[in-house]
């Protein structure tokens, strides 16, 4: 089993920036990527960003491409999401998640953490 705690998740303006954590334990070894997805009320949950956890490869969404960063620190078993340029369509439910199947699967989740943007 892997657990995944986000944090950092808040209320901002328009246009200013938060950044996302999420710590990874228990089987880590067993993690191929990390995903970062966020779900609005009456939306789909869809995937924001992710990053494979040895080489580095990365995935973003054509929504946030160029506003939103995501990394990680395998020394820390952390991955984090930068955010700028925030929209209120941003504004969700933003989700950590943990691939071990390496076909996107994405097995674990963390419990979630509130972004809110206000225009």
């Known amino acids: 089993q892997v657990q995944l705690v986000e944090s950092g998740g808040g209320l901002v303006q328009a246009g200013g920036s938060l950044r996302l954590s999420c710590a990874a334990s228990?089987?880590?070894?067993?993690?191929?990527?990390m995903g970062w997805f966020r779900q609005a009320p009456g939306k789909e949950r869809e995937l924001v960003a992710a990053?494979?956890?040895?080489?580095?490869?990365?995935y973003y969404a054509g929504s946030v491409k160029g506003r939103f960063t995501i990394s990680r620190d395998n020394a820390k078993l952390m991955v984090y999401l930068q955010m700028n340029g925030l929209k209120p369509e941003d504004t969700a439910l933003y989700y950590c998640?943990?691939?071990?199947?390496?076909?996107?699967?994405?097995?674990?989740w963390g419990q979630g953490t509130q972004v809110t943007v206000s225009s």
């Open positions: 228990g089987r880590t070894f067993s993690i191929y990527a």
């Open positions: 998640a943990a691939d071990s199947s390496g076909q996107g699967r994405y097995e674990y």
């Open positions: 990053i494979t956890w040895s080489g580095g490869g990365t």
